[in-house]
Every structure is written in structure tokens, then in C-alpha cells.
């Protein structure tokens, strides 16, 4: 079993529709779980980060928590053509920082 | 806004050849990161680096690699006999110390054994 696992893609919505992005974890004593967002040839960028359970909501993007699930997801609200992009979770196990884990990744395409 | 910044972008070695990878890391960060990705692939842990010493490595990071703080800014990764398979690109990040703290990725080096 993957220790993080995102949902296969490749994903396509249309402009302006809700894009949703899954993410399930191994390990129950993870702590901190971030979504970043990469282009092609670029580096990760982080969008959205969750601690607790719940939704976090920044802007378009809201991430959702669940640890009894052990699931985290995103949702992209309004999605627009520049958010075609490949999406990675990344799982933090420590309490003081520390190494990342992260999914394969899900390409995302929003067609205009 | 402060950020993470490596040098060179890309870098050609001939396989064999001893490379030094550099990243200047956000100043008022204390954790130091190295992860890879090679071509369409995950983003894959190799260290993680605190007060001036590893505090993690994956099975990745093996006697081939090494890392060093040398002065108060920079953090390089070196690998002392690069293999055809370290290709890769080569991802620098820090974070500030605590729960919960993001690891922010500086642009990446584009290593290319031949």
C-alpha cells in the first residue's frame, strides 16, 4: 500500500466547474498535510495546508480533513484554465517539521 | 516575499563525475530539505537537515550523498559519483521549526548525468 495515495487522474472539468482532488493516507499518526500545486518543469508550490479536522477554505480552494478516514481532498471552486496544473498531497509525520511524503500527484485540465 | 533559491538550473556531468548542488534557504528558516523527482515521477524525500546536522534520510540518500551547511546561508547536497540514474531534478526547500510548518520549494536544479 502507497503511503499516500491520490486519485488517478488524469482529471478534466469545465471552466467554472467544481474541480475535486483526493488524497488518502497509511500513516494514523500524521500531522500535517499540505496540497501544492506543480506545472510542468516547476517546483511544488503550496496552496492550502490542514492540520485539524474540518474544511479550511482560502480563497477558490477549500481542503477537507478527515484522520479517522485518513483522508484529505481539495476542492477548486470556479475552476479556470490556469489552474490546469498537477496537484500533489504531502503528508508531514513529525511533530517539529520534517520529511514530506507525497502522492503521484493529479494532473488536472480546465477546459475553457 | 522571501523565497528559496538554487543554483545552477541545470547542470551536465559526466557520469562519474563528482556534483555540488546549492540552495541558499529562506533566512529565518532552520530545517533544510532535498527531495527529487525524476522525469514523471513523485517527489521522493532524500534528507532533511537541522541544526548543522541530518535529522532524517531516506534509503535514496546513501553513502554517495552528502550535505553541508558550509557558512550561515548556503546548503548544498553533493554527490560524490554520479550514476546514469541520478538524473533528475533536484528540489531544495526549508521550513521554519514547529508543528506544522510548510516546506517552501526553491525553483529546482536540473541535473543531467551523460
Known amino acids: 500500500q502507497k503511503e499516500v495515495e491520490q486519485n488517478s487522474g488524469p482529471l478534466s472539468v469545465p471552466e467554472g466547474a467544481i474541480a475535486s482532488l483526493n488524497c488518502t493516507y497509511s500513516d494514523r499518526v500524521s500531522q500535517s498535510f499540505f496540497w501544492y500545486r506543480q506545472y510542468s518543469g516547476k517546483s511544488p508550490e503550496l496552496i492550502m495546508s490542514i492540520y485539524s479536522n474540518g474544511d479550511k477554505e482560502d480563497g477558490r480552494f477549500t481542503a477537507q480533513l478527515n484522520k479517522a478516514s485518513q483522508y484529505v481532498s481539495l476542492l477548486i471552486r470556479d475552476s479556470q484554465p490556469s489552474d490546469s496544473a498537477t496537484y500533489l498531497c504531502a503528508v508531514t509525520h513529525n511533530t517539529n517539521a520534517g520529511k514530506s511524503t507525497f502522492g503521484d500527484g493529479t494532473t488536472l485540465t480546465v477546459k475553457p | 516575499e522571501p523565497e528559496v533559491t538554487q543554483t545552477p538550473s541545470h547542470q551536465v556531468t559526466q557520469m562519474g563525475q563528482e556534483v555540488i548542488l546549492r540552495c541558499v534557504p529562506i533566512?529565518?528558516?532552520?530545517?533544510f530539505y532535498w527531495y527529487r523527482q525524476i522525469l514523471g515521477q513523485k517527489v521522493e524525500f532524500l534528507v532533511s537537515?537541522?541544526?548543522?546536522?541530518?535529522?532524517?534520510k531516506s534509503e535514496i540518500f546513501d553513502d554517495q550523498f552528502s550535505v553541508e551547511r558550509p557558512d550561515g546561508s548556503n546548503f548544498t547536497l553533493k554527490i560524490r559519483s554520479t550514476k546514469l540514474e541520478d538524473s533528475a531534478m533536484y528540489f531544495c526547500?526549508?521550513?521554519?521549526?514547529?508543528?506544522?510548518?510548510?516546506?517552501?520549494f526553491g525553483d529546482g536544479t536540473r541535473l543531467s548525468i551523460l
Open positions: 533566512s529565518n528558516h532552520l530545517y
Open positions: 537537515f537541522y541544526n548543522n546536522e541530518i535529522s532524517e
Open positions: 526547500a526549508s521550513s521554519e521549526i514547529g508543528r506544522y510548518q510548510p516546506q517552501h
